[in-house]
């Protein structure tokens, strides 16, 4: 069972879950947030993920998982800055949108209402579990 919960957030014309799909697995590289990187170095194997689509989509339409913990960030001129690699697990079945979270009374204090600027953040357990159940 997965110690971690977490959202990563990121713009669909980007790099998208099915790109991610495609993909089998990537690297989270590119953070250059403090507290979004601090997120990613408590990110360990086997932790789950929501994948977002921020920008455009503003929904949850997948689940990944930590393939491998923080290590230095490849694209990152200072060694403080860290990536994660992630693998898909699932996609939902449904997207589960901003406006469906910010209506759920099981969601109202998730991060992504109150910092929706971070880009990596924690979900609980219950957030998580909630999410999923939307998304069938």
């Known amino acids: ?7 990563v957030k990121q713009e669909p014309e980007t790099y998208s879950w ?8 990537t690297d989270w590289t590119g953070v250059r ?6 997120n990613l170095r ?4 086997g932790d789950r993920v929501l994948f977002y689509h921020a920008g ?3 929904c949850v339409v997948g689940i990944a998982e930590v393939a491998k913990a923080a290590y230095p960030d490849p694209t990152a001129d200072d060694a403080q800055w ?11 079945k449904q997207s589960v949108t ?8 099981m969601l109202k204090d998730m991060l992504l209402v109150r910092q929706s600027r971070l880009s990596v953040m924690p979900v609980t357990k219950e ?10």
Request: hydrophobic letters at 40%; zero cysteines; glycine letters at 8%.
């Open 82 to 92: 860290i990536a994660v690699d992630l693998k898909p697990l699932k996609p939902l």
């Open 42 to 45: 408590q990110m360990k194997v």
């Open 56 to 58: 455009s989509g503003k």
């Open 127 to 136: 957030e998580f579990e909630t999410i999923v159940k939307l998304g069938k």
């Open 33 to 38: 947030n403090f507290q979004a990187r601090n």
């Open 18 to 25: 099915d790109d991610l799909v495609r993909d089998g697995k």
């Open 1 to 7: 069972m997965p110690s971690g919960f977490w959202l």
């Open 98 to 105: 901003l406006e469906e979270i910010k209506s759920n009374a």
